[in-house]
T-cell receptor, first 117, second 112 residues
């Protein structure tokens, strides 16, 4: 079963619009971490944000914000006032324990965001 | 120098050939991972290693093998490459506790 689901395959917006990316995860652990990564056309993975399972406080960092809700197992990500440089594939990921100190990271399928000028 | 270095960056190989993708890290972490990325499927875990003597299969290990030569080095091999192994491959390392992952720049492999 897919541990991380990103229901949106592609999103296309016009510059300056806000973009919200949905992510739903599945885990039995009480301690875990959630991530968002960006993959621009050049191919590298760029770390954006991280949240641990004990901290549901939602924050804003520049044009990025996130909404973590344990009750619905969701970790949504918003880009405010999108720019053409935001065009990329965005991945949500879940880090779960395999043993006490060992974790592995599972990714969603990704959402391709296209921002048109 | 990058924290995680993958070589080669790009490779085209023929069906049936053996190929090795190499990964080295300077983070001093014990934990290393190999992922494969295909369009529309995200990154899927091939193999992972929590220390030099520990090797574990991920969700898509068939057709691949790995070698953990040292704490800093983790190689992925395709014993007999086939076209559906054409993909972007990422190596990663993590700190203990699953809090921080560092990825290499990726190896784009094409099997013709």
């Amino acid at each position: 079963a897919q541990k991380v689901t990103q229901a949106q395959t592609e999103i296309s917006v016009v510059e300056k619009e806000d973009v919200t990316l949905d992510c739903v995860y599945e885990t039995r652990d009480t301690t875990y971490y959630l991530f968002w990564y960006k993959q621009p056309p050049s191919g590298e993975l760029v770390f954006l944000i991280r949240r641990n399972s004990f901290d549901e406080q939602n924050e804003i960092s520049g044009r990025y914000s996130w909404n973590f809700q344990k009750s619905t197992s969701s970790f949504n990500f918003t880009i405010t006032a999108s720019q053409v440089v935001d065009s990329a594939v965005y991945f949500c990921a879940l880090s779960e324990a395999v043993s006490s100190n060992d974790y592995k990271l599972s990714f969603g399928a990704g959402t391709t965001v296209t921002v048109r000028a | 120098d990058a924290d995680v270095t993958q070589t080669p960056r790009n490779r085209i190989t023929k069906t049936g050939k053996r190929i090795m993708l190499e990964c080295s890290q300077t983070k001093g972490h014990d934990r290393m991972y190999w992922y494969r990325q295909d369009p529309g499927l995200g990154l899927r875990l091939i193999y992972y290693s929590f220390d030099v003597k520990d090797i574990n299969k991920g969700e898509i290990s068939d057709g691949y093998s790995v070698s953990r030569q040292a704490q800093a080095k983790f190689s992925l091999s395709l014993e007999s490459a086939i076209p559906n192994q054409t993909a972007l491959y990422f190596c990663a390392t993590s700190d203990p506790g699953g809090y921080g992952y560092t990825f290499g720049s990726g190896t784009r492999l094409t099997v013709v």
